[in-house]
């Protein structure tokens, strides 16, 4: 079975741009918004992928992602989401030896900037870098899935 342990944090400032090695715009929304699992459609450039992820609060879930064809994410995202579609840039940065994520997010969660950093194991130590503030791993507003319903602009 497949398990995603992730941490989320707040960024203390800016200085993570100049570490940038690569960005992607993603468009992702959420095909059902009740149950135990959340499914959304993301788009990334020109390759798409179907995904569900247990709705459990906390470090590891259980996640499946799928390759599907771009037309069939483009359908979904445009005639089947439960909400709106989350409009972010992921930023990919190498610190430590390990690949963080940050997304800036666009549309009615401007101004909303988090880093994500996958591990192999709940525990697993990391460096953290000087960029790198609060941890939200616990707050589900954080989350993606919550972001449809209740927007950063609206906080």
């Excluded at 989320?8 to 741009?17: G, H, I, N, Q, R």
């Excluded at 788009?43 to 799928?66: M, V």
């Excluded at 994520?101 to 709940?122: R, S």
């Amino acid at each position: 079975m497949a398990k995603e342990i992730e941490r989320k944090f707040l960024l203390a400032d800016d200085s993570w741009w100049h570490e940038v090695e690569r960005s992607d715009r993603m468009l992702q929304g959420y095909l059902n918004d009740q149950g135990p699992v959340s499914l959304r459609a993301r788009i990334i450039g020109p390759r798409a992928w179907l995904n569900i992820k247990s709705r459990t609060l906390g470090l590891s879930r259980d996640e499946f992602e799928y390759e599907i064809p771009l037309a069939d994410a483009e359908y979904m995202l445009d005639q089947l989401t439960t909400g709106p579609v989350i409009d972010k840039t992921r930023h990919l940065i190498r610190h430590g030896g390990l690949l963080w994520e940050i997304d800036e997010f666009h549309g009615e969660n401007e101004g909303l900037v988090v880093a994500e950093l996958e591990l192999e194991q709940v525990d697993q130590f990391f460096a953290r870098p000087a960029w790198l503030g609060d941890e939200v791993s616990h707050e589900a507003r954080y989350y993606n899935v919550s972001l449809v319903k209740k927007p950063y602009s609206q906080w």
